[in-house]
């Protein structure tokens, strides 16, 4: 019968945290610092990703709003063949400085 007094006593006075060995918390807080640094690196990611894309589209605008601008002011065929020559060349150019930044 003391026995099971003892025991009454023992679980009354427990909390959650008595019941669990001191290296399971330890193990649980380092795993969750973990799993926040990974989510802050993928977050700083996405976060790279997305200003890339940015400016690259920026650039893309800007092109576009300079052949925009120089076809209008175009005269001719020739005229309109050269500035449609350049800003083929300039967006090929941005095409292949862009896949070697992003590769896959």
């Given at each position: 019968?003391?026995?099971?007094?003892?025991?009454?006593?023992?679980?009354?006075?427990?909390?959650p945290f008595s019941l669990i060995p001191s290296e399971f918390i330890t193990m649980g807080k380092k795993h969750i610092h973990e799993c926040v640094k990974a989510h802050s690196e993928l977050l700083d990611r996405f976060q790279e990703a997305n200003r890339s894309w940015l400016d690259h589209l920026q650039s893309e605008a800007a092109l576009s709003a300079e052949f925009a601008s120089k076809m209008t002011a175009v005269r001719s065929i020739p005229d309109a063949a050269t500035v449609l020559l350049e800003w083929t060349n300039r967006h090929m150019e941005m095409t292949t400085v862009r896949r070697q930044a992003c590769p896959g």
């Open positions: 019968m003391a026995k099971k007094e003892y025991h009454t006593e023992q679980t009354e006075t427990a909390t």
